[in-house]
């Protein structure tokens, strides 16, 4: 079955922002740290952010500074907002419990062009 579902992603101009959405089934986050992830053609998944249960974040370094993970766990939701997107950032995008993975989602298609 659907357990976690991706949205937000789109086509942007570099410099341009989106805000990216992963809603989990019922209760299917809590007290799990959960991430984001990207997969372009050709390259392995990568892990892009991730947050803590008590809403600690990190980051991967290419994606620091411009990139900022949160959750609410009532709405069984993570966000990825993203701001000054460069080309290198395209990718699709997809979010999955860190530990504990689900069966994976269909992801977000996120394109930044020059």
């Known amino acids: 079955q659907v357990q976690v579902v991706e949205s937000g992603g789109g086509l942007v101009q570099s410099g341009g922002s989106l805000r990216l959405a992963c809603v989990g089934s019922?209760?299917?986050?809590?007290?799990?740290?959960v991430a984001w992830y990207r997969q372009s053609p050709g390259t392995q998944r990568e892990l892009v952010a991730r947050?803590?249960?008590?809403?600690?974040?990190k980051y991967l370094e290419s994606v620091q500074g411009r990139f900022t993970i949160s959750r609410d766990d009532p709405k069984n939701a993570v966000y990825l907002q993203m701001n000054d997107l460069k080309p290198e950032d395209t990718a699709v995008y997809y979010c999955n419990r860190f530990i504990g993975a689900l069966s994976w989602g269909q992801g977000t298609q996120v394109t930044v062009f020059p």
């Open positions: 019922s209760g299917i986050f809590f007290g799990y740290p």
């Open positions: 947050i803590s249960p008590d809403k600690t974040p």
